[in-house]
């Protein structure tokens, strides 16, 4: 049986955003699975991903980073309340920060690998350190601080 990825449990409501939403059928739909302890991703850049030839674009590393840390953080406050992800009530995270350090270009002919673990659970805190990879060689390390949506905000539409 295939592993299902953390964004796959997000309800529809919770499923538009760019970097990971299964229904924003122009975003990045990246995918996020446990392994052992850490949560990985693969994410393949494309062209059009691009900063300068050759090599990804900042933004796009800091997304990646950003998305896989916060659906980390959901997954991570599941199983530290021994709950299975499409149990209620629903567990999901937005980003109260953002850093990320650059340590190499990234190239954008090869995938990104992302592996993240767990620094602190406190409250409705996550804090989650996040590692990319292209081949063996790290190229950008980030630290995000999620926090759970309380339930009145989930199900709110924004109209137009």
Known sequence: MEQKAFQ????????HCYGCGRLNPYGLQIKSYWD?????????????????KGFVYGGLIASVIDCHGTA???AASYRA?????????????????????Y?????????????ATIKKIKGRKVVVK????SGDKLCAKGEVLAIQIPDKL????VSP
């Open 36 to 52: 052992g302890d850490e949560t990985v991703c693969r994410f393949h850049p494309q062209p059009y991903h691009t900063a300068m």
């Open 103 to 115: 340590h190499l270009p990234t190239p954008i002919d090869r995938p990104m690998d992302l592996r």
């Open 8 to 15: 796959d449990y997000y309800k529809d409501h919770s499923s």
């Open 81 to 101: 309340q021994n709950r299975e992800m499409d149990t209620d009530p629903e567990l999901r995270f937005v980003t109260g920060s953002l850093h990320v350090d």
């Open 130 to 133: 996040v590692s990319l990879f």
């Open 72 to 74: 980390t953080a959901a």
């Open 154 to 157: 989930k199900n709110i539409v």
